[in-house]
């Protein structure tokens, strides 16, 4: 049961350009979510997040938007570098629950070219 | 550096065996959560632990358990090995449950063979 949607396996942006990464969740109790980057043969780092009382979070060249009511959130990334190339997970969490679990989308692959 | 330690980075083993994967979380996190990445495939959760007490349980297999043990520590036992256990395993820690971002380690790459 995929409760974190990340659609597109992956995404191509020319340098400069802004590079939009996209993700759907099924649960309406997630009430915060982030962004992981990945690079081969590492662990996944944490780049931004947003609660679920926001709809806009910016840190640098990286802007997270929150749409509660279309459960969408979107990652941008402007203006896009070729050091960004890599992958890149939306997860969610319930921070009401006991749990604490972090629930994954499958990533996108972003490459981003000269 | 997450602070979060994982060993070995590379384990090969034979089917049917077993392994046993080590993780170290940062100093004060309370929380371990164990995830299993295979091809193709995004970060599968397997279990949770907070303080040395199960919290939660994932997609993880019979054939596979966890502990945490009184220094925070955390192992992952994988027994009767297929090849299909073949991906990456990541240890995860955070300060609080649910409250905070997990910082990962680096990862085991298992290889069954």
């Known amino acids: 049961d995929q409760q974190v949607k990340q659609n597109s396996p992956s995404l191509s942006v020319q340098e400069g350009r802004i590079s939009i990464l996209n993700c759907d969740y099924t649960?309406?109790?997630?009430?915060?979510f982030l962004w992981y980057k990945k690079y081969p043969a590492e662990g996944p780092t944490f780049l931004i997040s947003?609660?679920?009382?926001?709809d806009k979070n910016e840190d640098g060249r990286f802007t997270v938007f929150l749409n509660k009511s279309a459960k969408h959130l979107s990652l941008h990334i402007v203006p896009s570098q070729p050091g960004d190339s890599a992958v890149y997970f939306c997860?969610?969490?319930?921070?009401?629950?006991?749990?604490?679990?972090?629930?994954f989308g499958r990533g996108t692959q972003l490459t981003v070219w000269p | 550096d997450s602070g979060v330690t994982q060993t070995p980075k590379h384990l090969i083993t034979a089917t049917g065996q077993r392994v046993t994967l080590r993780c170290s979380p940062r100093?004060?996190?309370?929380?371990v959560y164990w995830y299993q990445q295979s091809l193709d495939q995004g970060l599968q959760f397997l279990i949770q632990?907070?303080?040395?007490?199960?919290?939660a349980k994932g997609n993880i297999l019979e054939r596979f358990s966890a502990q945490q043990f009184p220094d925070l520590h955390s192992e992952l036992n994988l027994s009767s090995l297929e090849l299909g256990d073949s991906a990456l395993y990541f240890c995860?820690?955070?300060?609080?449950?649910?409250?905070?971002?997990?910082?990962f380690g680096q990862g085991t790459r298992l290889t069954v063979v």
């Open positions: 995860a820690s955070s300060v609080l449950t649910g409250n905070t971002e997990a910082f």
């Open positions: 649960n309406s109790m997630f009430d915060y």
């Open positions: 947003i609660s679920s009382i926001k």
């Open positions: 997860a969610a969490i319930d921070r009401g629950s006991t749990l604490g679990r972090l629930y």
């Open positions: 100093s004060g996190d309370l929380s």
């Open positions: 632990y907070y303080n040395g007490e199960e919290r």
